[in-house]
């Protein structure tokens, strides 16, 4: 897997809320491997268009989009595309850790059973996938037991085992720090860098320290629109726009 | 000023003590005329007798176990009914049903609670009797199957209000997560959804269950009351409900049927007790989970 290939090319892509423009005429491409974060000051559109990536933006009657997506070439935007295929290639972190009411190892073991994966084969996958978002040590213990008892930070780390463990090309995270301490930032922090190896990260954070410190490449949204998209280090020290500086030195947002 | 507000307060304190009062005496009532009938039936006679046949000249029989097992197939065959199909209805309305429909569905649903139980008995005689009567090749549809359909009826508004309130308190994020593992509705809804509300989904299957065991009219009308033990739900059945509704009318005072009649109901009561228990304590339940 090359370094530089092009895993996600957003063309000219508008999003609608009824008859609410969300999204603005975006283009931009997101490179395989690499952690791309989506900042912005709220209501700008970034968890929109995250959502835009595995369609969940389905679920509210009134979406509508124009424009391409195509992730590996195939476009996604298209009305009659295959979402459940989509979503086993696209996986997702939500901003609140939502791991369902059951065991630990039945969360991680939920999308494979409806994927139909044999059961002989789902213990292996499982530890894996704990092991991938590096939950393995503190749970290996106590798999049958409900994954409400752990912590907030444990609860998103296994809602990242429970995304990984259908083998997706693409994790999409929406704020996936939020609602925890620092301690387990960091270790979530940790976990995202060394999924890239594997994976393609596309974050959207509130945290500009976060989007430094984890991101390769980072695009600044507001109001819809793309403003800025270049080298996380680029963004963050030399910004093209006048307004991409005033966001990230926190005179607004 | 202040002696506005102790009356005020009186007021509400007497209104609440009253309603407190009168279900006691209710009880208290129920216990007192019931216990005079054990002067002359054994209680285990009474339990566990297959028959009940009090006017009968010389030796006269209280068993009440005909009566309670037709209330128990009447009641467990109209569940059998109205579990699957109202679960199936919430399901419906919450993750199926465009908006408007379920606008307009919920409180049609809701206007069926409201429908006079002998209305239902009547349709039971008229229609639902006719059409078993000719699939069975009977001369009568009045049986427990009949009543069976008609409690179902009943306790339909019941189990789809409740259950449909718990699956739409799912948490939104549940649903989510399971779209985005690549679930599609369906497999969301039965691992996902249903387990999540299923104490509440439970509640609702007992409050029906509770209205279905206490329902007398219906049961009088359309389920044939043949004291006989029943062997199947094409035979007719008489239920708790209905011997008492019979019987008691025409009972002469303080005779020994006549207090049977009460510890009939007694017995009742504790079923109806039981069921609301266990229903009450899944609610509550569901409510401590959901907070």
Known sequence: MEQGRKMVEVMNFNFFYGHAQCLKNISFDIAAHQVTSIIGPSGCGKSTFLRCLNRMNDLIPSARMEGSIKIDGQDISAPGLDVVSLRKKVGMVFQKPNPFPKSIFDNVAYGLRINGTVDKHIGDKVEESLKNAVLWDEVKSRLHESALSLSGGQQQRLCVARALAIAPEIVLMDEPASALDPVATAKLEELIIRLKQKYTIIIVTHNMQQAARISDMTAFFMQGDLVEFGLTNQIFTRPKKQITEEYITGRFG | ?291
């Not at chain 2, 197939?73 to 699957?84: C, H, K, Q, R």
């Open chain 2, 1 to 291: 000023m202040v002696r506005k507000e102790k009356f005020i307060e009186g007021f509400f304190f007497i209104n609440g003590m009253a309603v407190i009062i009168v279900l006691l005496g209710i009880f208290v009532l129920l216990i007192v005329n019931a216990i005079p009938a054990f002067r002359d039936i054994s209680v285990w006679d009474f339990l566990t007798g297959k028959v009940w046949n009090p006017e009968a000249y010389g030796k006269p029989s209280f068993g009440i176990v005909s009566m309670v097992v037709s209330t128990l197939m009447v009641t467990a065959g109209s569940l059998i009914v109205a579990i699957p199909l109202g679960i199936g209805t919430a399901a419906y309305l919450t993750d199926v049903a465009s908006p408007r429909v379920r606008e307009i569905a919920k409180p049609v649903v809701e206007i069926l609670a409201g429908i006079p139980s002998v209305v239902i008995g009547f349709l039971g005689i008229v229609l639902v009797g006719p059409i078993i009567a000719k699939l069975t090749h009977q001369t009568s549809g009045l049986n427990a199957i009949n009543g069976s359909i008609l409690l179902a009826v009943m306790a339909l508004p019941t189990i789809i209000s409740l259950s449909e309130d718990a699956l739409s308190s799912v948490p939104k994020s549940y649903t989510e997560a399971s779209w985005a593992l690549g679930a599609n509705k369906w497999q969301t809804l039965i691992t996902v959804k249903i387990p999540a509300a299923s104490s509440g989904i439970l509640a609702a299957c007992m409050l029906g269950m509770g209205r279905a065991i206490g329902e007398t009219m219906t049961v009088l009308m359309a389920c044939g009351n043949a004291s006989a033990f029943p062997h199947s739900f094409i035979d007719p059945v008489k239920t708790m409900t209905a011997t008492i509704a019979i019987e008691l009318g025409e009972v002469p005072y303080n005779t020994t049927h006549y207090y049977s009649l009460f510890a009939v109901g007694l017995v009742l009561f504790i079923f109806t007790f039981f069921v609301n228990l266990v229903s009450d304590t899944f609610l509550h339940k569901y409510e401590k989970v959901n907070r």
